[in-house]
């Protein structure tokens, strides 16, 4: 059986099969977490968000995608897998999304199974390709292989049968791209690639309802890039994925978390990381735009030190340019650890010298708040989706919505709250 048959067949027991409740209830917090992260997104690019969705002639279902996947990945506080290198929250709602405004009667159940669905697809196909080699070569595995998992959500939310699934997953993976190559100091079309990439997925699922057919064989094909390297684990594979407790990329979090133990002030940090993890983080100032400032460990620190805590909004022009983040920017080291390394990437794991005023504090931590055996607590998530959608929403209104989701995740709360953010409407009313 073709890899892509395998995907579409696991996808459809996932949605119709028995799932344990505990793989359920991660799933309703990867959710929330992921509806928390798109309207962050939305808080901050919904103007120029909609601007390129009007001038590409972009409506519903293709706009709902395309602006969800943008906002998802807007501020690197979604859900990542450390072994597939993958986001897949950042492609598989928008296109869920897409999928629930052609059909608005599905009920919550279906949209969690969809969701969990996508998920096991999406991260099934990195773990056999091989997303940790894709990142290697330059390619975003998020772009690439995530919108496998979107497509697939997306047709069983629409009650496609498992051929249907299939085709959509395949022409999915035939149009795959997106690249990580080159800086992020002055550029800023990376935002667009969880955006194009659940556009991609939405449309492979129109395509194939349209009676155009992908090739089966595309993942198992020699020539292909995202050929089949392994067959993918048993399910589930969603509770092996981790939360972020922070803004910023995955490889800092327990440095992050270690950090937020802090109480004296800080005039200096050295910290060592697994060696793999030092080249995409060794940033120091200038910090040129947000991006730039969200991959690097320098400012991470810096702010977290300063702040006592790193969420998007202190990602802000200004404070890119602030004296004192940037002054004890210039103070952070960032080294690799052979210790460390050799834990990697089982463990993405942290160690910190810390220079204080009352001398140097050695700190270590070897996972994450969010990683699988450390999960968010349900405080933790519900205070995270107020910070991240309560500037726009309005704090009380988003601790009900995450609320709502992580209890019953009813697919009325979607449609009323989430999806008409993403509606062309209201994107141009707040422009």
């Known amino acids: 059986m073709s890899l892509v048959s395998e995907l579409a067949e696991r996808g459809h027991a996932v949605a119709t099969?028995?799932?344990?409740?505990?793989?359920?209830?991660?799933?309703?917090?990867?959710?929330?977490?992921?509806?928390?992260?798109?309207?962050?997104g939305y808080t901050t690019?919904?103007?120029p968000a909609a601007r390129l969705a009007d001038a590409r002639g972009l409506a519903p279902p293709a706009r709902t995608a395309f602006t969800g996947g943008v906002y998802?990945?807007?501020?690197?506080?979604?859900?990542?897998?450390?072994?597939?290198?993958?986001?897949?929250?950042?492609?598989?709602?928008p296109a869920m999304l897409a999928a629930l405004e052609l059909r608005p009667s599905a009920s919550g159940e279906e949209v969690l199974r969809a969701y969990l669905a996508g998920y096991e697809v999406a991260l099934a196909a990195a773990l056999s390709v091989g997303g940790d080699r894709l990142?290697?070569?330059?390619?975003?595995?998020?772009a690439l292989v995530a919108p496998l998992g979107g497509a697939a959500a997306a047709s069983i939310l629409l009650g496609k049968p498992v051929p249907a699934i299939a085709s959509a997953i395949a022409l999915a993976a035939q149009q795959a791209g997106g690249s990580v190559a080159g800086t992020t100091a002055d550029a800023d079309g990376r935002y667009l690639l969880s955006g194009l990439a659940a556009e991609r997925a939405v449309t492979a699922?129109?395509?194939?309802?349209?009676?155009?057919?992908?090739?089966?064989?595309?993942l198992d094909d020699p020539r292909s890039p995202l050929?089949?390297?392994?067959?993918p684990p048993e399910p589930f594979l969603l509770p092996e994925t981790s939360l972020k407790a922070h803004a910023g990329a995955k490889h800092m979090q327990a440095a992050l978390d270690a950090l937020s133990a802090m109480d004296d002030e800080v005039r200096g940090i050295r910290c060592a990381l697994p060696g793999p993890l030092v080249r995409a983080v060794d940033r120091p100032p200038p910090f040129r735009s947000p991006l730039h400032a969200l991959a690097s460990a320098q400012y991470m620190l810096a702010v977290a030190a300063l702040r006592g805590r790193c969420t998007p909004w202190e990602f802000d022009a200004a404070s890119l340019t602030d004296p004192?983040?940037?002054?004890?920017?210039?103070?952070?080291?960032?080294?690799?650890?052979?210790?460390?390394s050799r834990a990697y990437p089982v463990s993405w794991g942290a160690r910190l010298e810390i220079a204080t005023h009352s001398g140097t504090v050695r700190l270590e931590r070897h996972h994450a708040r969010g990683d699988p055996g450390h999960e968010l607590s349900t405080g933790e998530l519900l205070r995270k989706a107020v910070t991240l959608a309560g500037p726009a929403l309005g704090d009380e209104a988003a601790r009900g919505l995450a609320s709502a989701l992580l209890d019953?995740?009813?697919?009325?709360?979607?449609?009323e709250q989430v999806l008409p953010l993403l509606r062309p409407q209201l994107a141009r009313q707040e422009a």
Not at 408 to 415: I, K, N, S
């Open 324 to 340: 004192r983040i940037t002054g004890l920017a210039r103070r952070v080291e960032v080294v690799a650890d052979e210790e460390l």
């Open 227 to 231: 050929r089949r390297r392994r067959n």
């Open 408 to 415: 019953t995740t009813p697919a009325a709360v979607l449609t």
């Open 205 to 218: 699922v129109l395509t194939a309802g349209s009676g155009w057919r992908g090739p089966l064989d595309v």
């Open 72 to 93: 998802a990945g807007a501020w690197e506080v979604a859900g990542i897998h450390r072994g597939a290198v993958l986001c897949p929250g950042c492609v598989v709602l």
């Open 45 to 47: 690019l919904r103007a």
């Open 17 to 40: 099969g028995r799932v344990p409740a505990a793989v359920l209830a991660a799933a309703r917090a990867h959710l929330t977490d992921t509806v928390a992260a798109v309207v962050a």
């Open 135 to 142: 990142i290697e070569l330059g390619w975003w595995p998020t």
